[in-house]
T-cell receptor, first 111, second 113 residues
Framework: DQQVKQNSPSLSVQEGRISILNCDYT??????FLWYKKYPAEGPTFLIS?????DKNEDGRFTVFLNKSAKHLSLHIVPSQPGDSAVYFC??????????FGQGTRLTINP | DAGVIQSPRHEVTEMGQEVTLRCKPI?????LFWYRQTMMRGLELLIY????????DSGMPEDRFSAKMPNASFSTLKIQPSEPRDSAVYFC???????????FGSGTRLTVV
């Protein structure tokens, strides 16, 4: 039923190390994948995206990897900083403009 | 640009009462979305509009939920009658066509007691 799944509800990483957030999907028709970041009492904000025809997209400390054969994507944050502590949502685009989101992963960066 | 504006920020109501959530999208955005955030399912799409026309309401839980977009700058999500299981954070988002994603509002935290 859930087309986009984030199986880790939470992740704790030491400051300066790499954070890796994972996401799995079931629908092979998704054409874009996105990551959103959400702070408490705020709406999610767009972080980074990747087209289904690519396998990697990088933006500063953030890199998204897509493995279409495994229907899996991941977000790497290097190096992790305290301000990265937030809930991260994986999303996939279905059709013209509809985004399907996962359950979210709460990332905590420890000093 | 003030972003997507939602009101109220918090709503506490008694079971059986009618609740109306409001949203003002970003000017020039063609699409408007209503999402609900829950622990179990994350962000669930309830309904979305394109040029004020409802396109997909398959996520609306049941007939107690309804949404309207009378013009390009305003949308409402109504729950009547409300139930405790409707308690959640409701987000409105808007976008132009394209893959760069949406702009979300700050959400309305609804508590039904």
């Amino acid at each position: 039923d859930q087309q986009v799944k984030q199986n880790s509800p939470s992740l704790s990483v030491q400051e300066g190390r790499i954070s890796i957030l994972n996401c799995d999907y079931t629908n092979s028709m998704f054409d874009y994948f996105l990551w959103y970041k959400k702070y408490p009492a705020e709406g999610p904000t767009f972080l980074i995206s990747i087209s289904s025809i690519k396998d990697k997209n990088e933006d500063g400390r953030f890199t998204v990897f897509l493995n279409k054969s495994a229907k899996h994507l991941s977000l790497h944050i290097v190096p992790s900083q305290p301000g990265d502590s937030a809930v991260y949502f994986c999303a996939a685009r279905e059709g013209a403009q509809k985004l399907v989101f996962g359950q979210g992963t709460r990332l905590t960066i420890n000093p | 640009d003030a972003g997507v504006i939602q009101s109220p920020r918090h709503e506490v109501t008694e079971m059986g009462q009618e609740v109306t959530l409001r949203c003002k999208p970003i000017s020039g955005h063609d699409y408007l979305f209503w999402y609900r955030q829950t622990m179990m399912r994350g962000l669930e799409l309830l309904i979305y509009f394109n040029n004020n026309v409802p396109i997909d309401d398959s996520g609306m839980p049941e007939d107690r939920f309804s949404a309207k977009m009378p013009n390009a700058s305003f949308s409402t999500l109504k729950i009547q009658p409300s139930e405790p299981r409707d308690s959640a954070v409701y987000f409105c988002a808007s976008s132009r066509i394209g893959p760069l994603g949406y702009t979300f509002g700050s959400g309305t935290r609804l508590t039904v007691v």
